[in-house]
């Protein structure tokens, strides 16, 4: 197996725009794999030591798509930094990048505040964000993303936190109790108007983002979050209101604007919301058998027992489950 991606990533060839859209009708990983080029596509995460496993599987997950890859450095160690380089991911320095004074003293929350910032961070026309707590299923899904956001340049792809199969989603019970939750979150964020204002308003995941690099809503999208964290955030506030701040301000500009695409609910799958279990033909709902094409851990430590007792881990066919480039307890 290993040999073969090897192959593959030898092979590679530029495309255009139309044939980024025929291979993604005709995906088969069997043949040798054609990707656009270095310059048109970055697929970009973030890490410090402690997802530096999982930031790894992510990247090897990729396949043939690991040479596109970034990994912003916000705390790895210089052998984490080395393995990383080695898969084929692209270091980038997320220290030297101003943060507002509220998360100066949490480090890893520089992912987020520097998501709104991808544009500038790298040179790329499309970007994609997918979170280090992510691996990729389906190599499919990354032409299948290109393509969407070329068709609709001015436009952010995001996933909704609502599905059928979701927990908060099932009843009208748990879809108001959910409703109610974020609502309070809204309200210290934003205040009580703008909050009722996006009740109805989906509920965006920045777990996986893409969109051209042009597209309006990048920059609305960072002055929202600055304001957040710059006067209605500060070092004391709540942890989930400063882990959340800049996901909600994407939410208020989108809802505002309507810049956004849905993707399917299978492009940033929550294991944290709905279960999920491994069988022959790989990670798949064990209600319905639809079947992720980027599994998002969400919240692995607090579920990292069922995660592995479901083998929803990225499993390398060509290592050992326990060497020590194993997802972390």
């Not at 310059?39 to 997950?61: C, R, Y």
């Not at 930094?81 to 480090?107: F, H, M, N, Y």
């Not at 790329?124 to 190599?139: F, G, H, K, L, M």
């Amino acid at each position: 197996m290993t040999q073969n991606r090897a192959t593959h990533h030898d092979a590679l060839q530029t495309l255009t725009g139309g044939e980024v859209d025929q291979l993604a009708e005709n995906w088969d990983v069997d043949r040798v794999i054609a990707v656009p080029n270095s310059g048109s596509v970055a697929i970009v995460t973030a890490s410090d030591e402690a997802f530096a496993g999982m930031a790894g599987d992510l990247i090897e997950s990729l396949g043939a798509w690991q040479r596109f890859s970034y990994v912003i450095d916000i705390g790895l160690t210089s052998e984490s930094r080395v393995r990383l380089s080695a898969l084929g991911a692209t270091l980038l320095d997320g220290l030297r990048w101003d943060v507002p004074a509220a998360i100066q003293d949490r480090p890893y929350l520089r992912a987020m505040v520097l998501r709104p910032r991808l544009p500038d961070i790298v040179d790329a026309e499309t970007i994609i964000w997918i979170d280090s707590d992510c691996w990729v299923q389906s190599p499919e899904v990354i032409p299948n993303l290109i393509s969407a956001s070329r068709e609709h340049p001015s436009l952010l792809l995001v996933c909704d936190c609502r599905d059928a199969e979701y927990a908060g989603s099932r009843t009208f019970l748990g879809w108001s109790r959910n409703r109610w939750i974020f609502a309070k979150i809204r309200r210290h964020l934003f205040g009580w108007r703008k909050a009722i204002n996006m009740w109805t308003g989906p509920l965006i995941s920045t777990g996986v983002i893409c969109g051209s690099r042009d597209a309006p809503a990048w920059e609305a999208w960072q002055r929202a979050a600055d304001r957040v964290y710059r006067h209605r955030l500060n070092a004391s506030s709540d942890v989930q209101l400063l882990h959340m701040g800049e996901q909600e301000a994407l939410s208020s500009v989108l809802h505002r604007s309507n810049a956004y695409r849905l993707l399917p609910t299978e492009s940033n799958w929550h294991c944290n919301l709905a279960g999920l279990k491994r069988g022959r033909s790989g990670v798949q709902s064990p209600v319905s058998g639809r079947r992720p094409s980027i599994v998002h851990l969400a919240a692995s430590r607090l579920h990292a027992d069922r995660y592995r007792s479901d083998r929803l881990f990225y499993e390398r066919p060509s290592s050992n489950v326990n060497d020590d480039w194993s997802n972390p307890a």
